[in-house]
């Protein structure tokens, strides 16, 4: 059953409990589907604020391998783009060690950018919790590029997006989908970078590490929980930063996932709602009986398309 908190009701704050996700590598993808694709090997440039130079029926498709730095971007223009001079756009954040790739391999995300006409930027995130910084303790594997994954995204990719292809400009329906620690990046993204999103999708997303003390992951970016409490419970920690959140968001997460416990979504979407209360769409959905997987994930565009959707200003006003 899915959750509302805008004009239906708020469910009361539930006590957070404290559960140990010590295993929390994500399993990798099995399934994969077929997706046509078409490759352009030059950038586009798209110019919301002068349509008339760009004709998108032209260039819709693939433009892949693209770099910002050294890492590695893939772009998706859908068919007759442009004709919603709003350019809705969709940055899709893959979960911890997922290719940039996955997403489109093991489910129908291009079927859904092309019906709803969101045009898809899928960065190589690679191993990142999306932190803010290194530290003196965060172990070598676990720093996935020069540039902390947090501040990679704010300095680095969205300029480059703006500067190179005109997206993610203040102002356009810009979106946001993550799975997993994917998921947990869709709301520090959105906590670094206030305004700039419009709404944004969270799939089996983890915000409260410290309900998380033993997680390799976090003690591998941050140092041990005992020794470097502030660092767990302050900037990089979304739930702590409840009170300044923003952005409608769509949450859910399966009631079986053995990767991130389910608690992480609810006591996020709980303290969202005793924050914010009606003032800003929230959903939450958790899924009986589903697991950490592309058919639980995969399973859900429709509806965070629809809710991404609700959520340009420029088709509901209202």
């Known amino acids: 059953m899915k ?13 957070a409990t404290t559960v140990n996700c010590s295993n929390q590598e994500p399993i990798s993808p099995t399934t994969t589907l077929t997706e046509a694709v078409v490759t352009q090997t030059t950038p586009t440039k798209l110019t919301a604020q002068n349509p008339e130079i760009v004709n998108f029926t032209e ?13 590695p971007y893939d772009l998706y223009i859908p068919p007759d783009y442009g004709s919603n001079t709003s350019l809705p756009c969709l940055l899709v954040l893959p979960g911890w060690d997922f290719s940039r790739s996955s997403w489109v391999e093991n489910a129908p995300l291009v079927e859904y950018a092309d019906r709803y ?21 965060t172990q070598p594997a676990y ?11 704010k300095e680095k990719l969205i300029p480059h ?9 203040p102002g356009q329906h810009n979106t946001m989908l993550g799975l997993s620690t994917g998921g947990r990046g869709v709301a520090l993204i959105a906590l670094e970078n206030p305004e700039l999103f419009v709404a944004g ?22 140092g041990s929980f005992n020794q470097f409490r502030d660092r767990w419970l302050g900037r990089d920690n979304p739930q702590a930063r409840a009170d300044e959140w923003k952005m409608p968001l769509y949450l859910a997460h399966g009631t079986a996932d053995s990767i991130v416990p389910e608690s992480q979504s609810r006591l996020f ?9 009606q003032s800003i769409p929230l959903v939450y959905d958790p899924v009986t009986g589903a697991g950490h997987d592309y058919k639980f994930w995969g399973g859900q565009l429709e509806a965070v398309f629809e809710f991404l959707q609700k959520n340009n200003h420029e088709t509901n006003p209202n």
């Open 143 to 153: 720093k996935w590029n020069s540039t902390p994954g947090g501040q990679f995204i």
């Open 3 to 15: 959750h509302l908190c805008n004009s239906f009701f708020i469910l009361p704050l539930l006590a």
């Open 117 to 137: 006409g969101y045009a898809l930027i899928l960065p190589e995130m690679d191993k990142t919790l999306y932190e803010s910084q290194y530290y003196p303790e």
């Open 201 to 222: 999708a969270s799939l089996s997303g983890d915000f409260s590490q410290e309900n998380m003390t033993d997680d390799k992951l976090m003690t591998g970016v941050y």
């Open 59 to 71: 260039t819709p498709g693939w433009q892949k391998n693209l770099l910002v730095d050294d890492v």
């Open 161 to 169: 997006i703006q500067k190179n292809h005109d997206l993610l400009q």
């Open 269 to 277: 979407y709980d303290t969202l709602s005793k924050f914010h209360g």
